[in-house]
């Protein structure tokens, strides 16, 4: 996985835009996101994964025109509003590629990270975040959740700012 500064600048969400300023993993780890990489023949260390961070179950979502239907448009608009879950949110790519855009904490920055097959990405609950295709229009990826999938997005505005798991979520952040 690769992780950049957003442009910022207009125009196809599915481009790069990459401003050219790499973003470190200490950063990463700074505002809670996880990451590895397990190359797709060797998924038995998902499950490895799974069992120690007690992820029991799983589906597969294929995000293509054909795989999605009439959903398509709406799906990818919603996936790209500013949002928050109120669980973790947990993909590991099993095709094709992706970006999630994460909300950098203090400085509001977008942080690009670029997903390809074996990523694995563990976002903590409470982060604001996006996802969209990029220009290969085609990502399959598995979805871990611990118990039930608590996947409705809760989009930024003043109520989710002080939503509980939002709360909680920049406390686990802070610096002591
Ligand atoms: C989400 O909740 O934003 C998603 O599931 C994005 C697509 S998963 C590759
Ligand atoms: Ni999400």
Same mark, same amino acid.
């Given at each position: 996985?690769?992780?950049?500064?957003?442009?910022?600048?207009?125009?196809?969400?599915?481009?790069?835009?990459?401003?050219?300023?790499?973003?470190?993993?200490?950063?990463?780890?700074?505002?809670?996101?996880?990451?590895?990489? @397990?190359?797709?023949?060797?998924?038995?260390?998902?499950?490895?994964?799974?069992?120690?961070?007690?992820?029991?179950?799983?589906?597969?979502?294929?995000?293509?025109?054909? =795989?999605?239907?009439?959903?398509?448009?709406?799906?990818?608009?919603?996936?790209?509003?500013?949002?928050?879950? +109120?669980? +973790?949110?947990?993909?590991?790519?099993?095709?094709?590629?992706?970006?999630?855009?994460?909300?950098?904490?203090?400085?509001?920055?977008?942080?690009?990270?670029?997903?390809?097959? =074996?990523?694995?990405?563990?976002?903590?609950? =409470?982060?604001?975040?996006?996802?969209?295709?990029? +220009?290969?229009?085609?990502?399959?990826?598995?979805?871990?959740?611990?118990? +039930?999938?608590?996947?409705?997005?809760?989009?930024?505005?003043?109520?989710?700012?002080?939503?509980?798991?939002?709360?909680?979520?920049?406390?686990? @952040?802070?610096?002591?």
């Amino acid at each position: 996985m690769r992780a950049f500064y957003f442009d910022n600048i207009p125009g196809d969400q599915r481009l790069l835009h990459d401003s050219g300023n790499p973003v470190s993993d200490d950063i990463l780890k700074s505002i809670g996101l996880l990451h590895w990489h @397990i190359p797709t023949n060797q998924q038995n260390q998902i499950d490895t994964v799974a069992k120690e961070r007690n992820y029991k179950n799983r589906d597969t979502i294929t995000i293509t025109k054909q =795989g999605l239907g009439d959903l398509y448009e709406a799906k990818l608009k919603s996936f790209f509003e500013e949002h928050m879950h +109120e669980d +973790e949110e947990i993909r590991y790519i099993l095709e094709g590629s992706g970006f999630f855009d994460v909300r950098e904490h203090p400085t509001d920055s977008w942080i690009r990270c670029q997903l390809d097959a =074996g990523d694995l990405l563990v976002l903590p609950a =409470g982060i604001y975040h996006r996802f969209t295709l990029d +220009e290969n229009n085609m990502i399959k990826a598995l979805r871990l959740f611990k118990d +039930e999938p608590k996947w409705t997005p809760i989009n930024r505005g003043d109520l989710t700012d002080v939503n509980p798991y939002r709360v909680d979520y920049l406390k686990s @952040i802070a610096v002591n």
